[in-house]
């Protein structure tokens, strides 16, 4: 399937503990705007929570760690990195950085906090009312060579972005991550060998990648697609095709339009297909055709750049 900021995407190797999310190897992790998880994250990589998001648990990141304006994390915060924190962010617990500390306007920590490289407490008047204010000041001065110079390195700024690494846990716009309820406005994908623990409900396409565990249904509005190996302890409700791949082993009910089943897998609990049962291997390149693929490499990294902007 193709990246949109709409997709739940949680990469290789991802690992659902009881109250933590812990990703495999340099991994970053992006919680959009709004987004609600009742889980928190401990990664190699750097962790970005963007606007009004709501974290229930711990952040633990051996890379930087940024946090916008009006979040809030109800754990603790730690980080081997640098951290930013936007304006009136509330952390329930305590922080505790190696590296240097930006706050921003009414940032409240309620446990305290440990930094160990230099603190920087912006002032609440934004940066652009400075830039203002010392651009008049040179207008009245004549200084127009330096006006020019500054409106330049401004103009080359604004390509500016923060790179985001090619493997990436990514959270959609408002999308609500639960030990018990899961749900994104579009597509989710989940990645090899992954330990998930959650029911989805997903209006769009899921892709499950080979060796996954799942411990909980998944209902879809879309093709569901189940690699190789999976075990999934819970139901499949799709309003669309079902490809399962071999080895896969379903502890509940399936329910779809057409459901294409190799001999090697197994359904546990009932089999309702409204347009029929294949039961042969599914080709490989047929099921490619048919079904919108998530892309990886450049394209998809562009995009959660723009979306970081």
């Known amino acids: 399937m193709p990246f949109d900021r709409k997709t739940l995407v949680i990469p290789d190797g991802t690992r659902f503990e009881e109250q933590l999310i812990i990703t495999d190897g340099d991994v970053d992790v992006v919680i959009s705007d709004n987004a609600y998880t009742e889980f928190g994250f401990k990664t190699d990589g750097r962790i970005f929570v963007g606007e009004r998001a709501q974290v229930k648990g711990d952040l633990i990141s051996k890379g930087d760690l940024y946090i916008d304006m009006f979040s809030k994390i109800g754990g603790s915060v730690f980080s081997d990195g640098k951290v930013y924190l936007g304006d009136r962010v509330v952390i329930d617990g305590k922080l505790s950085v190696k590296g240097d500390l930006d706050v921003g306007d009414n940032v409240e920590i309620r446990e305290g906090f440990e930094a160990k490289g230099w603190i920087n407490i912006r002032s609440p008047i934004p940066l652009i ?181």
Do not use: W
């Not at 399936?254 to 459901?259: C, D, L, Q």
């Open 129 to 309: 009312i400075y830039i203002f204010i010392y651009l008049l000041q040179l207008l009245r001065l004549g200084k127009s060579e330096e006006i020019e110079r500054i409106l330049k390195e401004l103009e080359e700024g604004d390509n500016r972005f923060i790179p985001i690494s090619e493997v990436f846990l990514f959270i959609p716009d408002s999308a609500h991550l639960g030990m018990n309820y899961t749900k994104t406005s579009n597509n989710l994908l989940i990645g090899k060998t992954c330990k998930v623990t959650s029911n989805f409900h997903v209006p769009g396409m899921v892709n499950v990648g080979e060796g996954s565990e799942i411990f909980g249904s998944i209902r879809a509005g879309s093709d569901v697609v189940i690699g190789d190996r999976v075990e999934i302890h819970g139901n499949l409700l799709i309003n669309g095709d079902l490809y399962l791949g071999e080895n896969v082993r379903i502890l509940g009910d399936i329910e779809g339009e057409r459901v294409f089943i190799p001999r090697s897998s197994s359904v546990d609990g009932r089999l309702l297909a409204r347009k029929g049962v294949v039961f042969e291997r599914v080709d490989r390149k047929r099921m490619e055709e048919k079904l919108i693929r998530f892309v990886s490499g450049a394209d998809v990294v562009d995009e959660i750049r723009e979306a970081l902007e």
